[in-house]
């Protein structure tokens, strides 16, 4: 049996709102699972739910064998991460820490062991009678971090944490996040819109829409093997090919499926620009002309134009040269295990490459 299980968990607002729709998901002891999606697919709600702040309609929430739909919220003794960062500005970091402990009535010896436990374990240590306004917001989360740990919670709760941070500190904290998370061997539930964030941090996602699961995997089963249009669009960059006379050669050149798909879809990193990959009797040439190109440093991204439309080409190491000009003339390469197939539904086609 699961750590936590939720099953057929619904959420309704009114008559003509339900922000969750049946939603099941079970997660294991120790796992960072992400609740992955755009604002308003109900994974916040879902969040509130396990915490206690909002019951659901209709399902069930067991956590370790216990119904929470029984447990007061002050009860279930589950840490919880806010986007705020939800310090008390009148209280030391020590004593933030610490506020979860009193209600508890933990001895005052056992207190200061465990506040500075998780003090250490979020790097905070020297900083213990900073008051919140001289810190900077990322040790502000860390005090956050902190306080959801002090208390040994059963489970351990984020609602977009990082979101409020800069981008360099994001991506530091996540790391730090995820680490404590391993070093306490705790069950993490995180909620992100973020995609790469989730991707880099995830034991396993939930990529949610419209109050609805769309697919529950590893991030290399999410990314890699999308099962829904829905999820190949929201995680990561997707070319979409132009139905047409182009696009009925290259099915036919690659032999795959003329019927029963409707969107055919292919990655920028799966297309290669012809001085990297020739086309062999596993792949078909594509020609163009450069639209755009973009500099990212670790990568660029090299905009065609051609018959199946404005497709993005991604490379790896595109060192300092100047790139591609607009208006170059390009052959890009489409191998027959590169294109993505969806029906009419949405859902993935097989193509048994």
């Not at 944490?161 to 061997?185: C, F, G, T, V, Y």
């Amino acid at each position: 049996m699961a750590y936590l299980a939720i099953a057929g968990a619904t959420k309704q607002f009114g008559p003509d709102f339900r922000a969750l729709d049946d939603v099941s998901i079970s997660v294991e002891r120790g796992e960072f699972f992400t609740l992955l999606g755009p604002s308003g697919c109900g994974k916040t709600t879902l969040l509130r739910s396990i915490a206690g702040f909002s019951d659901l309609t209709s399902g069930s929430i067991t956590l370790d064998g216990s119904d929470l739909r029984r447990i007061p919220p002050h009860k279930r003794d589950i840490g919880m991460v806010f986007q705020d960062y939800a310090v008390f500005p009148h209280l030391t970091v020590f004593d933030n820490v610490a506020f979860g402990l009193k209600p508890r009535k933990v001895p005052s010896a056992e207190m200061k062991q465990r506040v500075d436990e998780a003090l250490a374990a979020v790097r905070l240590s020297p900083l213990a009678d900073r008051m919140p306004a001289a810190m900077s917001g990322g040790q502000q989360q860390r005090i956050g971090i902190a306080r959801a740990m002090v208390i040994n919670p059963r489970l351990l709760l984020m609602d977009e944490p990082l979101s409020n941070l800069d981008a360099k500190l994001r991506i530091e904290l996540r790391e730090e996040i995820r680490d404590i998370q391993r070093q306490i061997d705790i069950a993490a539930i995180y909620v992100t819109h973020d995609q790469e964030e989730a991707l880099a941090i995830s034991d396993r996602i939930c990529v949610m829409n419209a109050g609805r699961v769309e697919q529950i995997g590893t991030p290399q089963e999410i990314y890699g093997d999308p099962q829904t249009l829905f999820v190949a669009r929201f995680v990561g960059t997707l070319n979409t090919l132009s139905p047409g006379p182009a696009l009925d050669a290259l099915l036919k050149k690659l032999k795959l499926p003329q019927s029963g798909v409707q969107t055919w879809t292919v990655r920028p990193e799966q297309l290669e620009l012809f001085e990297t990959g020739a086309a062999s009797a596993d792949a078909a040439a594509l020609s163009g002309q450069v639209s755009k190109y973009t500099y990212l440093g670790r990568e660029a991204h090299v905009q065609v134009a051609t018959d199946l439309g404005h497709l993005i080409v991604q490379l790896a190491n595109p060192g300092t040269s100047a790139g591609y000009r607009r208006g170059e003339n390009v052959s890009l390469v489409i191998r027959r295990d590169a294109p993505m197939g969806f029906d009419a539904a949405g859902r993935r086609v097989p193509m048994g490459v």
